[in-house]
């Protein structure tokens, strides 16, 4: 059979084209560190990994212009090799294999996402390459023992709870109910678990708790509930696509609800898209521009703000600004290491502390950062329909007071 | 057998033993591979030999994913407390729990998809054409949606699955899938070989060219279209259970109920490479995933429209695939006798 001879050549032709592809990276070269990174590109997240992907950028350029890593008296310069991983936990676990054992990467940087971080982690736990996120939020991570991934930012649960508190203290301490619709995601589910245990602590009952389809386009069902039961509080996490959606079909419904309160909003550059229908929403931020934290390299808030939108054209959600801080944290703690070896390096990133514009930042022994408190902004235009993000929680760095109830829609 | 078939797979069987030794960082994508195949020869068997195209057989991939996961986790500790994102414990598999957890859960992810797809065979399987191909398309998304409902399992939070004990080398890991998917690709490919030297395959054929006939000719359509339909379930419940492990993390919707990608890919795969065709769909299936990969490497950002391009020069120029391509330019490698005038006569009619 001369058939047996096309697949013979077919699968030498296969063998050589793989030998071919074998090229192989080595983490320090000459005088360079190669970090390696999945973000999301394509797909649902694409947005938010853009805005992970110009933050390693920002934060590359500025720490190699400003004289690099100094280790063992040599300077090294940082460098990124991406990869899109689709926004698709299947893709990013291959990736992260993909960059440890083809590439070489011996560090790693984090993706967007819970659910993607959630796949990697076990990757490159396994090969001992420390990663150091900036979006993976969610608490089951730092449940699972890892000891080679480091998280600069606060974790999901507590993304949203100080808004039910917030509504129960003006409420006279008194219980709220309270409507949730949150994406069937890592992400959401722990903002929800948050708001749970929030709901408990104050004595507030939950009305609705709908769980919606990922790539949210689409909550009306939601929303109709939402005008029957008249909650006190309507809290939506679904990251950019949840949060345009929910303002896009609250304006367009006239749902009146006391407080809106959402994630990923200025992600979503909902002041922009929305103008006014986004007004006196309220959200979830690991930061602010306006926050008074500062470090050698980014200034502050405002300037890295200023920065930012110089450079890529937009003003910087915060999912940039932790991916910034995420290369400070490494930076610091291969100074700190004073060598490459992984584990002295990954010793070196238990033991950061220090502060960024971003944030203070420190480990606990599951990874999280502990030291850096989420932040509550609310969206608020003036007459002429200018909205601006301010920050209304903690009150320690609040621009602006709370806005509440929110105006009916027949009155605004 | 003949000789040259024997050459043939001693020659494949040598080449898939020293494939991770010759290339050990291409481990994980080898073991894909081996996954991708199953599913495409296992989607062959409606989509080729029935003329049944199937987009369901994504739930019996996914189902056996989360029966796996389920089941080692489950045997062992508290299913609830491993998948519940607060939780504070840590648990941790030792070698043996891990490796016997697994056998025992690639036993039930096979077994119950199949027991799944006969139970569930004897209404969808009535509807025709169209009809199943868009009743089967809702049946992964449904799978999808329902398992992001369902706590134990870990519903929109995801599941991770037990990672890999530390045994020996970092390398172990990736040798054990490897060895495993590749297994699992044996033994699929010798099943569906040998069904394919039956009757069954000619009732398949049957079912196809036309099925009133067929069945006005005596046999019991139903029953071979649902004895097809749990041998898919068993081979894609498997794979399922394999990649499970593999990815180290399950998404309802994104890994598991993946219609949008793995339920494509497995039909683009067999249409690839010659759709009713043994060697279709490996050869489909293989040259598929190489240019995935490349397209992945070399035009970041784009490979979605490169593989689109992919698609559209596929349908185009290679409608019956690159077997059937193959058949029509060298009919007599693959045993047709050519008569030369009659063959022009038919060129010049198309």
């Known amino acids: 059979m001369k058939l047996t001879r096309i697949i013979l050549s077919f699968i030498s032709a296969v063998a050589i084209l793989f030998s071919m592809s074998a090229t192989s990276f080595a983490k320090v070269v000459g005088d360079k560190i190669v970090l390696g990174a999945a973000v999301s590109l394509t797909g649902k997240y694409s947005s938010n990994g853009v805005h992970t992907q110009n933050g390693y950028n920002m934060a590359v350029d500025r720490i190699n212009s400003m004289g690099g890593v100094k280790v063992g008296g040599k300077t090294y310069k940082f460098e990124i090799i991406y990869y899109d991983d689709e926004s698709n936990p299947k893709r990013a676990a291959q990736l992260a294999e993909r960059l440890i054992s083809q590439d070489g990467v011996e560090f790693m940087l984090g993706p967007y996402s819970s659910g993607l971080t959630k796949a990697m982690a076990p990757v490159t736990e396994k090969y001992g390459v420390p990663m150091v996120e900036a979006n993976g939020a969610s608490r089951s991570l730092f449940t699972k023992g890892y000891k080679y991934l480091f998280a600069?930012?606060?974790?999901?649960?507590?993304?949203?709870?100080?808004?039910?508190?917030?509504?129960?203290?003006?409420?006279?301490?008194?219980?709220?109910?309270?409507?949730?619709?949150?994406?069937?995601?890592?992400?959401?589910?722990?903002?929800?678990?948050?708001?749970?245990?929030?709901?408990?602590e104050t004595g507030s009952t939950k009305v609705i708790d709908d769980k919606l389809p990922k790539e949210l386009n689409d909550m009306a069902a939601t929303l109709v509930k939402v005008k029957q039961m008249k909650p006190d509080v309507l809290v939506v996490s679904g990251h950019t696509k949840g949060a345009l959606t929910a303002i896009r079909q609250i304006a367009e419904m006239k749902v009146d609800v006391p407080m809106l309160a959402m994630t990923h909003c200025d992600a979503a550059k909902l002041s922009k898209q929305h103008g006014k229908n986004s007004q006196?929403?309220?959200?979830?931020?690991?930061?602010?521009?306006?926050?008074?934290?500062?470090?050698?390299?980014?200034?502050?808030?405002?300037?890295?703000?200023?920065?930012?939108?110089?450079?890529f054209g937009y003003a910087p959600p915060y999912q940039a600004a932790e991916s910034s801080a995420a290369l400070l944290v490494f930076k610091d703690a291969f100074e700190r290491a004073n060598s490459f070896?992984?584990?002295?390096?990954?010793?070196?990133?238990?033991?950061?502390?220090?502060?960024?514009?971003?944030?203070?930042?420190k480990f606990a022994p599951g990874g999280q950062n502990v030291s850096k408190p989420m932040v509550l902004f609310q969206v608020m235009c003036d007459a002429a329909g200018k909205c601006e993000n301010k920050v209304v929680a903690p009150l320690k760095w609040a621009s602006a007071k709370l806005i509440h109830p929110v105006p009916k829609w027949s009155e605004r | 057998?003949?000789?040259?078939?024997?050459?043939?797979?001693?020659?494949?069987?040598?080449?898939?033993?020293?494939?991770?030794?010759?290339?050990?960082?291409?481990?994980?994508?080898?073991?894909?591979?081996?996954?991708?195949?199953?599913?495409?020869?296992?989607?062959?068997?409606?989509?080729?030999?029935?003329?049944?195209?199937?987009?369901?057989?994504?739930?019996?991939?996914?189902?056996?994913?989360?029966?796996?996961?389920?089941?080692?986790?489950g045997m062992f500790f508290p299913l609830a407390e491993w998948t519940e994102s607060g939780?504070?414990?840590?648990?941790?598999?030792?070698?043996?729990?891990?490796f016997q957890g697994m056998a025992v859960g690639l036993v039930v992810a096979a077994v119950v998809p199949t027991i799944v797809a006969g139970l569930i065979g004897y209404s969808i399987l009535g509807l025709r054409g169209h009809y199943f191909a868009i009743c089967t398309l809702g049946l992964g998304v449904a799978a999808g949606e329902i398992s992001g409902g369902i706590e134990i399992i870990g519903a929109g939070q995801g599941f991770t699955t037990p990672p890999f004990p530390n045994i020996g080398s970092l390398e172990?890991?990736?040798?054990?899938?490897?060895?495993?998917?590749f297994f699992t690709l044996i033994l699929t490919f010798i099943a569906v070989r040998s069904i394919y030297s039956t009757r069954f395959k000619l009732i398949l054929n049957a079912i196809r060219d036309n099925e009133d006939k067929a069945e006005a000719m005596g046999i019991e359509t139903m029953k071979y279209k649902i004895i097809g339909w749990m041998i898919s379930a068993f081979f894609c419940g498997l794979a399922g259970g394999i990649m499970g492990g593999l990815v180290g993390y399950i998404d309802?919707?994104?890994?598991?109920?993946?219609?949008r990608e793995m339920g494509v890919f497995m039909v683009l795969m067999a249409i690839l490479g010659g759709k009713g065709t043994l060697w279709g769909p490996i050869i489909g299936a293989t040259v598929f995933h190489i240019f995935k990969?490349?397209?992945?490497?070399?035009?970041?950002?784009?490979?979605?429209?490169?593989?689109?391009?992919?698609?559209?020069?596929?349908?185009?120029?290679?409608?019956?695939?690159i077997m059937g391509w193959l058949r029509e330019k060298y009919p007599e490698r693959f045993g047709e006798v050519v008569d030369e005038k009659d063959r022009k006569a038919q060129v010049e009619l198309k």
């Open chain 2, 293 to 321: 990969e490349g397209f992945w490497t070399f035009f970041l950002g784009w490979q979605y429209v490169a593989l689109g391009v992919l698609i559209i020069v596929i349908v185009i120029y290679f409608p019956e695939g």
């Open chain 2, 1 to 73: 057998m003949s000789k040259n078939n024997l050459i043939l797979y001693a020659a494949i069987l040598v080449f898939g033993l020293a494939a991770p030794f010759i290339f050990p960082a291409f481990k994980v994508q080898l073991s894909i591979l081996c996954v991708l195949i199953v599913l495409a020869i296992t989607w062959n068997i409606q989509g080729g030999e029935m003329g049944y195209n199937s987009f369901g057989n994504i739930l019996f991939y996914g189902l056996g994913m989360y029966l796996c996961a389920s089941v080692q986790v």
């Open chain 1, 341 to 361: 070896d992984q584990k002295k390096v990954r010793d070196a990133l238990a033991a950061t502390d220090m502060q960024t514009f971003y944030g203070n930042i």
């Open chain 2, 172 to 181: 172990a890991r990736g040798e054990f899938f490897y060895f495993l998917s």
């Open chain 2, 252 to 259: 309802s919707t994104d890994v598991a109920f993946d219609g």
């Open chain 1, 280 to 311: 006196y929403a309220l959200c979830a931020s690991q930061w602010h521009k306006t926050l008074t934290y500062k470090d050698d390299f980014f200034k502050d808030g405002m300037t890295y703000d200023a920065d930012f939108n110089k450079m």
């Open chain 2, 87 to 98: 939780g504070e414990k840590t648990f941790v598999h030792t070698p043996a729990q891990f």
């Open chain 1, 152 to 200: 600069v930012l606060a974790p999901a649960n507590l993304y949203l709870d100080v808004a039910i508190k917030t509504a129960v203290e003006l409420n006279g301490g008194k219980g709220v109910k309270v409507a949730m619709a949150f994406e069937q995601d890592a992400f959401s589910q722990d903002v929800r678990l948050g708001i749970l245990d929030a709901i408990k």
